[in-house]
């Protein structure tokens, strides 16, 4: 097994719950909330679904694992609104194509229906193409799909569960008007 066919892993704490990253040496390959052990068997399945082979193996200090840490909780201590991780992104075009919108046109603080990120990919009737390819994103917080909402400004599905969804658009929200405040 040469060393490239590991993936490297670490759990973290963060105001909303854990968090666990999974990397490579080509980059942050999911970001996802709970533990290792409450994600194993949805990484095992991942890593199938993707042919990706190669041993989990728990390293806190693999520079992409401590970089994507560093960064979460500079996040949520309210010092970072973007972030520099290079994403490492397993998915079809079309999945990789609607997390680069997520990524580039929806500001911090701000939220964007389904039908607009549809629209926004030149795409405005595949809504549910989006969905699905929102419902599989592999990094929480980092490509910001709690910044999407319905087209009647309900919060609708979130793999973290709706409250934390809640809890992200606050504390973005909060963070917006203090910074904009003169």
Known sequence: MNHRSFMYYDSFETPIG????????????????GTYEDRLASFQAWKKKHLLKGELVYDPEHPYVSQTKKEMLQYFEGERDEFTLPLNCYGTDFQRKTWRTLLHDIPFGETRSYKEIATAMHSPKAIRAVGGAINQNPFSVVVPCHRVIGSNGKLVGYAGGLEKKQQLLDFEKQRTIVTNQP
């Open 18 to 33: 854990s968090m666990t990253v999974l990397a490579n040496d080509s980059g942050v390959c999911r970001i996802d909330f």
